[in-house]
């Protein structure tokens, strides 16, 4: 019995309410293609849904340079070729590449 009260306690203290779900987007780097299925892939089957992560992806483009909507907090997260994203370091943009 006791230990069944010490669970039943333990379980109330981690269960609290529904968690809002963090807004992240994600800038791609070009128009939608083959190179992204796994990012839309990830969307749609609810693997970020069960991380916690609301996400909105943001197609690219010819017009579109990620680095800037990041600058311009258009973005959380983009998809850049490495020699651009270190372009855009050298010009004081904090940009983190994982």
Do not use: C, H
Request: cysteine-free.
């Amino acid at each position: 019995m006791k230990r069944l009260l010490i669970s039943a306690a333990t379980l109330g203290l981690t269960s609290g309410g529904a968690w809002a779900a963090d807004d992240v987007t994600l800038q791609l780097k070009w128009v939608t293609q083959s190179q992204f299925a796994g990012y839309y892939v990830a969307l749609d089957q609810g693997f970020y849904e069960e991380e916690g992560l609301n996400v909105t992806i943001k197609p690219g483009g010819p017009d579109i340079a990620p680095t800037q909507v990041i600058a311009g907090g258009g973005a959380d997260v983009t998809v850049e070729w490495m020699p651009a994203a270190l372009a855009a370091r050298e010009k004081g943009l904090p940009l983190v590449n994982i």
